[in-house]
């Protein structure tokens, strides 16, 4: 498991940003300040490797087809990106990988293994990984290779816009480890679950938080190998609505439910979800706030990264913190702050056992609600006394 992670001249984040990965770490901020990108380095990374193509693979559902001049930092000019991962138990691997600012080439310069460096003068690359000789065989290069290929089966990213829940599913049998990025085939692996049993721990979770909203959620089999997603009001014995009748906020948190509920049995460890309260009332992003921190304080727990903009979300993990329910520790949130300059930097918050932050950063995550409040009770006040 992934302990830690660095990046520097990415994105908007020409500076090096150092993030320690929490079994809960949250990137709050404001649009366009980095929260995506910096959620979706530890995908693209994964994403490379698996297509054993130029050490960044830009070309993929995470790349987008984006081009080098648009992954490294604008505001420095440099063509070169710098990053390190870093695992529980040390190891630690950093690299530099340089690419044309057209877009002509790509490679790495320069690898470090535990203090052991490889440069692309001595040694050609594949991919991220040294490409070494018989008469050249490093431990560490073996070991780098092995951690890299596992660590790209592990990671699980859900996308900020996923596919509306569909109407009917043709299942043809099995599922795959992880969910496409936008939750596409999330019904796919609940339907596995259920043929597993009824009371599959896959199934089980994702229902806990329809239930938790007055829902059952049903999985009709009308003919052999098609397969209907129902939702039955607990208050309406004879009602069954299509979810993908439902509002939005359902279909957008169904592959994050199962994502969360898989990551505790045979899923993916590291889980990269965007904004997963998208299209959810207040009290559905309690409830998933709640999922979030029983997935966290798990003995099997993954490691989950959250992109967010919900303060419903924010405060209801400190309340959980506060109300002993997840430990302190056990949460990271980093405020993404955009500079003027068009650059940004990943500031650390840590909570104390009453779910204060431990320095001011977080202080403009509320401050535009509490201001508008304020002049709305300002505006009441003013029209009594008239």
């Not at 991962?85 to 190891?91: H, I, K, R, S, V």
């Not at 008469?135 to 996923?162: H, M, N, P, T, Y």
């Not at 019904?187 to 938080?209: C, G, M, N, W, Y």
């Not at 052999?224 to 359902?250: A, F, I, K, M, N």
Request: one cysteine or more.
């Amino acid at each position: 498991m992934l302990n830690s992670f660095s990046v520097e001249n990415y994105r908007s984040f020409s500076r090096n940003q150092d993030i320690e990965l929490r079994p809960l770490t949250l990137f709050f901020g404001w649009n366009s300040g980095g929260k995506s990108a910096m959620l979706r380095f530890l995908p693209l990374i994964a994403e490379s490797v698996q297509v054993s193509g130029p050490p960044i693979w830009l070309s993929g559902l995470v790349g987008r087809h984006a081009t080098w001049s648009s992954l490294v930092s604008k505001a420095t000019g440099r063509g070169t990106l710098s990053f390190s991962l870093t695992w529980a138990d040390g190891f630690h691997a950093e690299w530099k990988v340089s690419g044309d600012l057209e877009g002509r080439w790509q490679e790495a310069e320069s690898t470090s293994v535990n203090g052991i460096g490889f440069s692309s003068v001595d040694v050609k690359f594949s991919g991220l990984v040294p490409k070494l000789d018989a008469a050249l065989q490093v431990d560490e290069v073996c070991e780098l290779k092995s951690r890299l290929r596992s660590f790209s089966e592990q990671v699980q990213w859900i996308s900020g816009v996923r596919s509306r829940a569909p109407r009917v599913v043709t299942y043809g049998g099995g599922a795959s480890k992880t969910l496409q990025p936008d939750g596409s085939d999330a019904v796919e692996h609940l339907i596995s679950a259920q043929l597993r049993s009824s009371a599959d721990p896959i199934l089980e979770s994702t229902k806990q938080f329809f239930a938790a909203m007055g829902e059952q959620l049903i999985l009709d089999n009308p003919v052999d190998g098609v397969w209907r997603v129902l939702l039955h009001p607990s208050g309406g014995p004879q009602v069954r609505v299509d979810l993908c009748d439902t509002g939005e906020g359902y279909s957008q948190v169904l592959p994050v439910l199962v994502a969360l509920a898989k990551s505790q049995a045979d899923g993916a460890k590291l889980l990269c979800l965007e904004q997963p309260e998208l299209h959810l009332h207040t009290r559905a992003q309690t409830e998933l706030a709640r999922q979030l921190v029983n997935t966290a304080k798990n003995s099997a727990a993954p490691k989950i990264l959250v992109e967010t903009h919900s303060e419903i979300l924010l405060t209801s993990i400190q309340l959980a913190i506060a109300n002993g329910e997840i430990a302190a520790d056990l949460v990271r949130v980093y405020w993404v702050e955009s500079r003027a300059d068009g650059t940004s930097d990943a500031v650390p918050v840590s909570f104390n056992d009453k779910g204060q932050p431990d320095n001011t950063a977080l202080a403009g995550a509320f401050g535009e609600a509490l201001k508008l409040g304020q002049q709305l009770l300002n505006q009441q006040l003013r029209m009594v006394r008239k």
